[in-house]
């Protein structure tokens, strides 16, 4: 549903998602009621791996602008494909450092 949130910011880490329709928006609290865009999402794009790799809270909100569709990850699922998947593992770690470098901007 439009504005559905998928990822809470502060929550403990759970599924991932794999965006198959749609576009999901991920905001960043900043402070005095303030949210920040940090990205839009395109189907096909992977979100909520940043937790999942570390076991910290959640670092932004994920919620889908519109109807949107996605393949759910369990944990248990994304770490069997990091560790079997030298492909997926490889995408994981570039996303890893990106998502970085547009949290360090807001």
């Known amino acids: 549903a439009p504005w559905e949130i998928l990822i809470k910011e502060g929550d403990h880490p759970g599924d991932a998602y794999i965006l198959h329709l749609g576009v999901l928006e991920v905001v960043k609290h900043t402070g005095g009621g303030r949210d920040a865009k940090i990205a839009e999402v395109a189907p096909g794009?992977?979100?909520?791996?940043?937790?999942?790799?570390?076991?910290?809270?959640?670092?932004?909100?994920?919620?889908?602008?519109?109807?949107?569709?996605v393949f759910v990850l369990t944990?248990?699922?994304?770490?069997?494909?990091?560790?079997?998947s030298p492909r997926f593992k490889s995408r994981v770690d570039?996303?890893?450092?990106?998502?970085k470098r547009a949290l360090a901007k807001v």
Not at 45 to 68: D, H, I, N, Q
Not at 94 to 99: F, H, I, N, S
């Open 45 to 69: 794009s992977l979100v909520g791996e940043m937790a999942l790799l570390t076991g910290f809270a959640r670092t932004a909100t994920v919620k889908a602008k519109a109807e949107a569709q």
């Open 75 to 84: 944990p248990k699922d994304f770490h069997m494909l990091l560790h079997e």
């Open 94 to 99: 570039a996303l890893v450092e990106e998502r």
